[in-house]
């Protein structure tokens, strides 16, 4: 994989020390604003990356096949329709579009012209999640899913003070369900599907919800998604069952030791350890689909990313939440 990088805020400052120490990738140009440069330039010298660009067509030109956009939101769609577009390969941060409309707007390009896009959500990554999952059968019917991802955002003090930066901005596909519930939504749908209904209770400041429950149907039971941008809350999540429940020791970001808890009182513990390393699993396993041609796999998991984005969409209307793109 030859990788071209477009943003440079955090999220990226974070992955790119770590990516260059993984196998099968190498990092060609980093993308960004005139008024990133010093940012930019910093970046790429501390990690050998040859090339810093300030449009996508000079990105393009530096050999990339594949495109790792890290943009704010309501920008996804736009960087991704370009890169397929231009034949590269696109892994995109969370959310992947701001609806399900450009959501599977992409994912047509990418079946048609054969090419690779993915949404990069750590959790389902992690081998704790397949442990997980393995574990279903072992709480007997299950009852109640709930999960809490609750932290207090610095950017929401700037918000009570007048001033919308991109996190709590409806013009630039802001929120909390868009955010920190993602990861949640992921959670669940990754282990149940679709849920029958879903419906989002949020608190709307300005236009935008600062923090909500959204609560889905399945047949026997229901799920109960939390998240906060506004106040913070210990970080859990629980599948309850007749024979016992599941939990994790941190956010679904995260993930860290997940526990199977028995009626009996026995327990199991399972750690993977890459909790602090959240981005590798993912990475690792955007490298060797690429590298070895598993198209099917790729489809499969953004067949996942659009049921998401359809559940997500469909709850933030509901609440009255609506976003430029809504209306294109």
Sequence with gaps: MKLGVIGSGLIVQEFLPKLVRLEGIEILGIQGMPSDKEVMEKMAGENNIPHVCY???ELKETGSDTAYVAVPNFLHFMYCKQALEAGMNVIVEKPMTSNDREAKILQEMAQEKGLYLFEAITTVYFEGYAKIREWLKDIGTVKLVNCNYSQYSRRYDAFRNGEVLPAFDPKK????LMDLNLYNLHFVMGLFGKPKAAKYYANIERGIDTSGELIMEYDGFLANCTAAKDCAAP??????????????QYSPNLLGAVTLHRNDGTEEVFDD??????LIPEFRYFIQCINSGDH???MERLA??????????????GAGIVFPADAQ
């Design 235 to 248: 970080r859990t999540f629980l599948i309850q069952g007749t024979d016992g429940y599941i939990s994790t």
């Design 273 to 278: 350890g890459m909790a602090m390393e959240r």
């Design 55 to 57: 449009s996508f067509d």
């Design 304 to 317: 996942e990313s659009v049921a998401v984005s359809e559940v997500q969409t469909e709850a933030r209307l």
């Design 173 to 176: 596909s802001g929120g909390a």
């Design 296 to 298: 099917e796999a790729c």
